[in-house]
């Protein structure tokens, strides 16, 4: 196979690839689970061979071997040969993993094959369990199929020019008998070029194809393929069986004849049937139709297959931007919209009984509806189901389950609920930390569940949906709930609160506590978690996409989180509100709820304002003097809006309610950069422009946080930073913790040759593949073995994950900028651009690391798998 | 030889490489951005863009006036290609210098930096603008 052809249809092939492994987890998945049905094995089955036959196609050898392997071990179940055992779907996920990562080198475009030996041998290995010999067992298999495959006379396809019928008689002289192989493609079938190679290469193997027609040339036109019957010459030492094995090794052919060619051109006529003809509809792929329930069953595989491959609609694949840009301009058009509504209603006013006044409120409600279908259909280009998120958990659950001791029955509920792609990515760690913390802690082991009444398995519910304009995930678990006293306990002790504080907690606020960092109720650190940096994380991702989280707990009941996102980033629903002589929009995601404010709401506690709702004492921020401006009129009565993001609520003081209007965000642009308070604008509807108010800064700067002397540090000292801490050798090191994704033991590193010396080598995350990096030969110090206290630190670098080796991870600290100075000029020992600054706190220096630079630096990105 | 455009503030002449203006507009409602730098007088929307405005008057430490008919908003664009708007008083004249002179160290006060040379029309000096420099200190506070 060239080159070029891999090339073209490296994309489809990479496609098909990740839906068939899609479908492989989820039925291994479903056989672990005692779902050992026929129908789920002639799944596998099928995406086996359909993998192994497409990387055929392609030429990637190795992947074809070990999907031929899978195929086998298939095959040795389907006939009850082989019985599912732990041992065996571990191996197949093995096999999956592997074929994971083939296809993320692949993408990159490295085409070598490693060696896959340990695979073959592991498959191996399961296969020779059984006393059946594989050969034999497919032999046997092939004949009974030959025989059971209906016979019939056909004529002979007489459009071989004469060379190819010279060459015919060349191999004969040379002992090699010419078949004549003709295959119908199915009428539905995809990528027919791609299938024909297939078929092609499969013969190819047998002893050399003389000729085909259409000629190769010719297959680029589908419609070649499609319209009649693909004739192959081949010459071969091998007999009629073994050809019709390999025309079936593909899949998706309607039915295929296979003619033994005699040295005039004629049929070999004989009292042995020598033209073979199969109908694929009754007798499916390789199956020995030895049983005949069985063959029933294949039967409905196959259907099934080709059902789902039906549902498959067209796709076009269009660059990020395009999309982007085409939002934009609708963003433009809602404007537009709104300002010639504006202009509508001015005009009815003064010229109302004018038909034309009519017919321009006649044109702008039609161009209102069409342009609001507009930006739907808009927004949905850039929209894509949760599933293919949801999809990854299964399998995690599953190892994350069998490393905790846990026993797990997963749900997943509303998979095909939508949202912009950017979230599907951002959501997704956040989302990973939860739902191992729901396993981990709040799951309890299968004996101590047993003793509760409980059923053994725990259960984990995941479910999406939609609510007005946000997306709502929630996670649901049946464990213990979360411990509030242990929590409690745990945050005195630590640190955070004092004793009495502690006491006058309400449960949402110290179920609130759990999101500070170094917080984990965990008695001892798991290499799942226990660090108390996990939640930290979820809480700023979710944070950064302006979404809202809670938490519901019930001791012995078990813990709901709900997390609420916008549906979009770049077109959101908003609440106008008048502050002072500002108008600010104040994204509805964030809004809980408004309402009037009368003096009685307002207390004052610890000498600040605080407003009580439904018992909940929130905080009362009044932002004007902040805003360079002052209260309209502080006799008459505000209005307060609650404000949230992630587990934070705050009232803010307003003057007025504006509106509830639709509208684009828009960045203030580079050279105003950051802007306290404001985290961009929005053209209304007058062409003026409402800048959009930062919750996050306003909640962050009102000092939400549960103690009062941290608000107070807080105020004083400007922004703060959280850093986590570490050691190379014996000094202290720290990252910003944004950066940091996860925290683990030392894996098992698979080292790479002619890898750069800082790169340790490669490791299995969760079924990722990523390079692991030694930060202290990058900075010129000597590496060293990981020992017990050594810990790989994940960073997600421009959606890449890498991982750093830390002799030791010591804690996560606050500091405020300020505590961060510049590197000083003569720093000798580590090059200085590796180096954000030097953080100063009471007891220490830290040196804080600029670890994005020296990522970017190294080109480790080509390495990554 | 490049052209240039003659913006007035107060009774002083400054010029402006014509090749970095992208357009001149009269004055419109400028929404304020609270806890910006104090010489951004806030956002224009400019066609559906969002466009901050520089008081150039305040960049240069005068006293910043009232909109008048004269006021104008000149865009030009940041190296990144972002359009910024800067606030004049009045846009006088396109003008040719046949000479320039360099700044000397001394004059020039607020404005030293932002110089890149003076010119001369009618024995009247005229500041060249540099703009690079005026637009490098950003917008916000942090």
Redesign the interface.
Known sequence: MNESFALTYLSVFLDELEEQLQVLDESILELENGGNSPETIQTIFRAAHTLKGSSAAMGFQSMKEVTHKVESVFELLRQNRLQTSKPLINVLFKCIDYLKAKKETLRKGDFNDEPIETLIELLNGIMNDQPAEESLVANAAAAEQAKATSVQEQALYDGWSETVLAAKAQKLTEGLHSYEISVTLASDVEMPTVKAMVILRNLGELGEVIATSPEIGMWEQEQLLTAGPIHFMLATSHGETQIVRKVEEASQIESFTVKHLQAGGGVQIGSKPSVVSVNKQTTAAAAPASNIAQQASVDQGAAGQSDAKVQIQQTVRVDVNRLEHLLNLVG?LI?DNTRIREVRRRFEERFKQESETLLLGEITDHLGRVVAELQEGTMKTRMMPIEQLFNRFPRMVRDVAEQAGKEVTFHVEGKETELDRTLIEEISDPLIHIIRNAIDHGLEPPDEREKLGKNRKGNLLLRASHQENAIVITLADDGRGIDLNRIKQKAVQTGFIGAEEADSLTDKEIIALIFHSGMSTADKVTELSGRGVGMDIVRSHIEKLNGIINIETTAGEGTVFTIKLPLTLAISRSLLVQLG??TIAIPLTNVVETFRLTPEDIQIVNSEEVCVVRGEILPLVRMHR????VENDSESKGYAVMIGLAEKRVCLYVDKLVANQEIVM?????????????SG?T?MGD?????ILDVNAVIRDSGATISKTNAGEQKATG?KVKLVTFDLEDEHYALDINQAKEIIKVPSILRMANAPAEVLGLTNLRGDLLPVIDIKSCLGMRGSEPDQQSRVIILNEDGRDIGILVDRVREVIHVTHSQIEPPPKDVTMISDQYIGGICKTDEQLVIVLKLEKMLRSRGWDTIHA | MANYIVVGLNEEKFALPITDIQEIIKDMPITEIPAARAHVKGVINLRGTIVPVIGLRSKFRMMESHSTASSRIVIVQTPEGEPVGLYVDRVEQVAFFSEILPTTDGIGGAQAGNLSGIGKINDQLVSILHLPSILNTGGSLS
């Open positions: 433009e404007i002589k500002h902040r805003l360079g401006t828009k960045s203030l642009g580079n050279y105003l950069g950051q802007v306290a308070y404001v604008a053209i062409g003026r422009i409402a800048l922004r």
